[in-house]
């Protein structure tokens, strides 16, 4: 039974951009995840252990995020997935987008983000 979890504006902080200045100051960013997976266990058997919990989800971002510095947000995205495929055996596919609100840029106005799409090698 193929199952997606959902997360949905979980807030990291990184040191994220290609000036400088974003990277020194550091910034929020906003992460869209979606993993597919079996959970017939889980549906079938109402026990966390047959599940993935949402809050080691957000806590595996978070703290990703805040490992290191990184110019892209593609590499964020992918450095994401990475941890998620090695910390999690159960997932099959793992679909991350990253909104990046502020935008340090002279003439840029809105938001930015970027979608990866990944299934385990």
Same mark, same amino acid.
């Given at each position: 039974m193929l199952t997606e979890i959902h997360l949905e504006q979980v807030q990291a902080f990184c040191r994220l951009g290609i000036? @400088? &200045? $974003?990277?020194?100051r550091g910034q929020a960013v906003m992460? %869209?995840?979606?993993?597919s997976? %079996?959970?017939? %266990?889980a549906c079938n058997g109402?026990?966390?252990e047959d599940s993935i919990s949402y809050v080691a989800l957000? +806590? =595996?971002?978070?703290?990703?995020? *805040?490992? *290191? $510095? !990184? &110019?892209?947000? @593609? +590499?964020?995205?992918?450095?994401?997935?990475? *941890?998620? !495929? =090695?910390?999690? $055996?159960?997932? &099959?596919t793992v679909d991350i987008k990253i909104h990046k609100p502020v935008i340090n840029a002279e003439g840029f106005?809105?938001? =930015?983000s970027v979608r990866v799409k990944a299934d385990r090698p």
């Open positions: 000036y @400088e &200045n $974003e990277r020194q992460v %869209d995840l979606k993993i997976l %079996d959970l017939s %266990d109402d026990k966390m957000s +806590h =595996a971002i978070q703290d990703v995020a *805040k490992s *290191k $510095e !990184f &110019n892209l947000i @593609e +590499h964020l995205c992918k450095s994401i997935i990475d *941890k998620l !495929f =090695a910390d999690h $055996e159960k997932i &099959n106005t809105g938001n =930015a």
